[in-house]
T-cell receptor, first 115, second 113 residues
């Protein structure tokens, strides 16, 4: 079965510093991987996705992620943190159903940005 | 393009009661999935509906049931509510075969007392 592990339930960075959120996956087939962001009391917003094309994926708000098969990782990065990036981030892997797919999520990482 | 909408935003129920949550999918999408997000956890897959039929179910008891209507909107019903059912319930819509990503609504916060 597919699974996701997010290392670090809380990450704190200073404004302008590099953001690195870690995600490792387990999948029996070539994976489709996603990062979502959740602001307080809101739903999930798709940041970016990997679907077996380029291994470096660019998303919204300056985020990007690199798929590394040898490390089974899909870490999320942003060169310079902004206060508005403070939120909870979820990594997810797609798991096939008969007529579609479901998402299997990690436990999430709360990003705090210090001024 | 209209996004995913959910109603109600919040509700409070008593243990043993029944609840119905509603979801309207994004325009053009034909598949709806429901997830439960307990406090401090990632979303957990409840079930998915495609062409008005259940298309996969997570590890949830039968008292969690659903419907999908011809316009692709959906309902989640929970019978015999338990305290542990308190959570944020998220609906996500997608287009079968088109990229695998799912688009989420704002959620319904259910509190069971």
């Amino acid at each position: 079965a597919q699974s996701v592990t997010q290392l670090g339930s809380h990450v704190s960075v200073s404004e302008g510093a590099l953001v690195l959120l870690r995600c490792n996956y387990s999948s029996s087939v070539p994976p489709y991987l996603f990062w979502y962001v959740q602001y307080p009391n809101q739903g999930l917003q798709l940041l970016l996705k990997y679907t077996s094309a380029a291994t470096l994926v660019k998303g919204i708000n300056g985020f990007e992620a690199e798929f590394k098969k040898s490390e089974t990782s899909f870490h999320l990065t942003k060169p310079s943190a902004h206060m508005s990036d403070a939120a909870e981030y979820f990594c997810a892997v797609s798991d096939h159903l008969e007529y579609g797919n479901k998402l299997v999520f990690g436990a999430g990482t709360i990003l705090r940005v210090k001024s | 393009e209209t996004g995913v909408t959910q109603s109600p935003t919040h509700l409070i129920k008593t243990r043993g009661q029944q609840v119905t949550l509603r979801c309207s999918s994004q325009s053009g999408h034909n598949t709806v999935s429901w997830y439960q997000q307990a406090l401090g956890q990632g979303p957990q897959f409840i079930f998915q509906y495609y062409r008005e039929e259940e298309n996969g179910r997570g590890n949830f008891p039968p008292r969690f049931s659903g419907l999908q209507f011809p316009n692709y909107s959906s309902e989640l019903n929970v019978n015999a509510l338990e305290l542990d059912d308190s959570a944020l319930y998220l609906c996500a819509s997608s287009l079968k075969g088109a990229g695998y990503e799912q688009y989420f609504g704002p959620g319904t916060r259910l509190t069971v007392t």
